[in-house]
């Protein structure tokens, strides 16, 4: 039996989990550089982006993206609604991406109103690594492209709402590509994975144990 079967790990927050990987900012290692003892996803946020600063975070990127504890680059990403211009965000995205290949670290992504451009950067870089959705909240006709592109979906506090898309979509998802997160909500991780575990009808214990090996997957061992 799993021995961690009933902590839930949190793939994506932005405080230091008990057990999950802390979503920690390039700027905050230009604050103070000193990585913290969690595990972190690092990476450019594409509202941050700047065109004058770039070329320096994407040094600073490359510098720490290799320490063991960085087990995936990002958040970044694509947002229309929401940053500098889409073709700076894309040169930014594009750059963290050929990074995570070069450190073979998966890609956590940050994508509002943009998913055909992420699908075609997809097409374009034909990634070996992990390429996750984080905070999913998309319906079906917009999952679709990306379960049959081999994407994972990281799902947050919309779970909690039975008739959100988010609910909607998570049992058409394959179980193995599932991750669940809180990212800035105000609600436990606990919390959001008895409200998926009732979405799948499964228990509590039993979703655990299949995110705990989903993660170790991608991200490897705690």
């Known amino acids: 039996m799993y021995q961690k079967a009933m902590t839930y790990p949190d793939f994506h ?18 604050a103070d550089p000193k990585p913290p003892s969690a595990l ?19 040094q600073r990127l490359e510098e ?14 694509l947002d229309r609604l929401q940053g500098p211009a889409l073709p700076l965000q894309t040169e930014a995205f594009r750059a963290q991406a050929l990074l995570a290949e ?32 984080h905070g999913f909240v998309q319906k079906h006709q917009t ?9 994972y979906f990281s799902f947050g506090a919309a779970l909690r709402n039975p008739q959100s898309s988010a609910s909607r979509v998570l049992p058409l ?13 105000d609600c436990s991780i606990q919390q959001i994975y008895e409200a998926a575990a009732e979405r ?23």
């Open 173 to 185: 998802i394959p179980m193995n590509r599932v991750l669940l997160e809180t990212d800035t909500a």
């Open 102 to 133: 070069e450190v073979q670290k998966p890609v956590v992504i940050h994508c509002v109103r943009a998913h055909q451009e992420l699908l075609a950067l997809h097409a374009a870089l034909k990634p070996d690594v992990p390429w996750i959705l």
């Open 200 to 222: 799948l009808s499964l228990p509590v214990e039993v979703l655990v144990e299949k995110i705990f090996t989903t993660f170790a997957a991608i991200c490897g061992k705690f």
């Open 13 to 30: 927050t932005h405080s230091i989990p008990s057990v999950g990987m802390y979503n920690w900012m390039v700027d905050e290692w230009l």
């Open 64 to 77: 720490i993206a290799a320490l063991p504890q960085v087990r995936c680059i990002g958040e970044c990403g």
């Open 143 to 151: 999952a679709l492209p990306f379960i049959q592109h081999d994407f």
């Open 40 to 58: 972190v996803s690092v990476g450019i946020h594409p509202w941050y982006v700047a065109a004058h600063e770039l070329n320096v975070h994407l």
